[in-house]
Nanobody, 119 residues
Framework: QVQLVESGGGLVQAGESLRLSCEAS????????MGWFRQAPGKQRELVAI???????TVGESAKGRFAISRDIAKNTVYLQMNGLKVGDSAVYYC?????????????WGQGTQVTVDS
């Protein structure tokens, strides 16, 4: 079992910044990537950013140029620095972990942290 605990969400004004953190605990062997997704009311969950162990990073279109992902692999922690926040960035942000196990690839999710951007 893997536990992913997010922190750092909250209410901010448009143009401000937030930094999200996610720490993994439990069965963290075989981790190949960690990242962030988000889901706004009435919308599908979408990729924000994800980074593999070799540093390869994929950033969602809405986050390009404003958000940056980083990881502390030794601590099984992933961060999301969000700058220039917009009202449209309001969503629940979910931490994501991917592991490669003997029986296949496994995905784990955090409970989510709310980010609300007010105009």
């Amino acid at each position: 079992q893997v536990q992913l605990v997010e922190s750092g969400g909250g209410l901010v004004q448009a143009g401000e910044s937030l930094r999200l953190s996610c720490e993994a605990s439990g069965s963290t062997f075989g981790v190949t990537a960690m990242g962030w997704f988000r889901q706004a009311p009435g919308k599908q969950r979408e990729l924000v950013a994800i980074q593999s162990n070799n540093g390869q990073t994929t950033v969602g279109e809405s986050a390009k140029g404003r958000f940056a992902i980083s990881r502390d692999i030794a601590k099984n922690t992933v961060y999301l620095q969000m700058n220039g926040l917009k009202v449209g960035d309001s969503a629940v942000y979910y931490c994501y972990m991917q592991r490669s196990l003997s029986h296949g690839r496994q995905s784990s999710w955090g409970q989510g942290t709310q980010v609300t951007v007010d105009s």
